[in-house]
């Protein structure tokens, strides 16, 4: 069974920092590419931090130089550290595979999610 819990998410005021924290009950978690994405209301969908199962990282332009992923293979878990947060950061915070999500049959799999509202 598939299952991607996040947490961490909270209100922030701009400049400020979360910790964002992925639980994956993936099997073969440490074969895979990871990834962070978001949503904000009325907009797609995007990726914007990943790593690889090796460790190497990549990010989308908007965040680079203030996010951090980072994985923990022994605990199955994947982390964002967010820095320097700005409103058009806020958005639901979700983890998955990367680059294709987890399928389950139906469609993707995707979890609850974590919010992020960044606002003063």
């Known amino acids: 069974q598939v299952q991607l819990v996040e947490s961490g998410g909270g209100l922030v005021q701009p400049g400020g920092s979360l910790r964002l924290s992925c639980a994956a009950s993936?099997?073969?978690?440490?074969?895979?590419?990871m990834a962070w994405y978001r949503q904000a209301p009325g907009k797609q969908r995007e990726m914007v931090a990943a790593?690889?199962?090796?460790?190497?990282?990549n990010y989308a332009d908007s965040v680079k130089g203030r996010f951090t992923i980072s994985r923990d293979n022994a605990k199955n878990t994947v982390s964002l550290q967010m820095n320097s947060l700005k409103p058009e950061d806020t958005a639901v915070y979700y983890c998955n595979k990367f680059p294709d999500p987890v399928w389950v049959g139906s469609g993707y799999y995707w979890g609850r999610g974590t919010q992020v509202t960044v606002s003063s």
């Open positions: 790593i690889s199962s090796g460790g190497s990282t």
């Open positions: 993936i099997s073969f978690f440490r074969s895979y590419d």
